[in-house]
Nanobody
């Protein structure tokens, strides 16, 4: 059974930092990453990383967020620096296996105060 367990969300002032973690189990995953959904907005891809380290970022977070993964631990991280109020959202991690099955974490709230 596949499980994704997220941690690391919270409340931070603008300009601050947070680090999200997502530990996956139950399969081997080619791609892992993070989406977010802000109130009244559509879900958007924040960042993704493949098993060989290729990364992809939303334009809105480039230069501020860094995604990384520990393949041995099946864990993906999102280091978020220089946070802005518009980064406020529920962040969801995902993991996708070789059969293109995608699994989701429970979501973690990130709130950035101005």
């Amino acid at each position: 059974q596949v499980q994704l367990v997220e941690s690391g969300g919270g409340l931070v002032q603008a300009g601050g930092s947070l680090r999200l973690s997502c530990a996956a189990s139950g399969s081997i995953f080619n791609a892992m990453g993070w989406y977010r959904r802000a109130p009244g907005k559509q879900r958007e891809l924040v960042a993704a990383v493949t098993s060989d380290g290729n990364t992809n970022y939303a334009d809105s977070v480039k230069g501020r967020f860094t995604i990384s993964r520990d393949n041995a631990k099946n864990t993906v991280y999102l280091q978020m620096n220089s946070l802005k109020p518009e980064d406020t959202a529920v962040y969801y991690c995902y993991a996708q296996n070789q059969f293109l099955n995608r699994y989701w974490g429970q979501g973690t709230q990130v709130t950035v105060s101005s």
